[in-house]
């Protein structure tokens, strides 16, 4: 069992970065790939970037590449998500996840573990 809890999330305006963080309890977390995934209002919940167990590949969406990047922490039990030159399109609710699956699949379905989510507001 892994459980997930993110922060940092916050109203910026575009152009603007913030760092998200969660942390994980629970057993085996090293061994579990590791991401982030937003919702935004009326949408359905999509993939933004996950991170591989040992955290030496990375994938994005196009939508956020070269401005998102995603890290991980096995020593502290943590994965974070820097976000620069936000946007407001950028805007939703951001979820932690973790999956003992392939880190590259995108499917919210094939992700084991949710945290609460945290709000990412970007105004324009």
């Known amino acids: 069992q892994v459980q997930l809890v993110e922060s940092g999330g916050g109203l910026v305006q575009a152009g603007a970065s913030l760092r998200l963080s969660c942390a994980a309890s629970g057993r085996a977390f090293s061994s579990y790939g590791k991401g982030w995934f937003r919702q935004a209002p009326g949408k359905e919940r999509e993939f933004v970037a996950t991170i591989s167990w040992g955290g030496g590949s990375q994938y994005y969406a196009d939508s956020v590449k070269g401005r998102f990047t995603i890290s991980r922490d096995n020593a502290k039990n943590t994965v974070s998500l820097q976000m620069n030159s936000l946007k407001p399109e950028d805007t939703g609710v951001y979820y932690c996840?973790?999956?003992?699956?392939?880190?590259?699949?995108?499917?919210?379905?094939?992700?084991?573990?949710w945290g609460q989510g945290t709000q990412v507001t970007v105004s324009s």
């Open positions: 996840a973790a999956t003992s699956g392939s880190y590259r699949s995108p499917a919210p379905a094939t992700w084991d573990y």
